[in-house]
């Protein structure tokens, strides 16, 4: 039997801004105290190397989120999800979905401004998040948890789906 596909995809574009806020939030301190050096510097060496650090910190929060968006992929099949990522290296992981215990998502305040949710995979034998698709659509974050649904209601009670499938052809 071959497997189905469900929906194939990347992170929603909001990803990048979702990135940059992050990045801009855990660094905050940094700049601020790299800003008063620079600022009371009395000496032209330091506040051009302070500039210049400065200025390579901040293409590093741009260049690294769209580098991370366009390597990042994931695919959904009707037995399992398939994530392609990394910058330096690429890591590829299966996730089967008869394995997949829950399927949930997220939102905080930056995620629901730009309209996207963070959905978390978890398995049985890990403890935490299987996997996280980080900055997904509302309705491309649907699809996973139908289908995980679907695959468990077939797990738990077999004899129901054929009989829903019967009845259906009637």
Known sequence: ET????????????ALAIDALTAVRKSALYFAFLAVQIWFSKQNWFALAGTALFGATAVLFVVVPIIRYLRFRFLLTDTGLYITSGILSRRHRR???????????????????????????????????????????????EAPQRAIEAINARRTH?????????????
């Open 3 to 14: 497997e189905r596909f469900i929906l194939e995809g990347r992170l929603s574009p909001a």
């Open 95 to 141: 996730i089967p979905l008869d394995r997949v215990q829950d399927v949930s998502s997220e939102a905080d305040l930056a995620h629901r401004v730009l309209g996207v949710v963070k959905l978390s995979v978890q398995t049985a034998p890990t403890a935490g998040a299987e996997a996280e698709l980080d900055c997904l659509s509302i309705a491309d974050a």
């Open 158 to 170: 077999p004899t129901a789906t054929v009989e829903a499938t019967a009845e259906q052809r009637e």
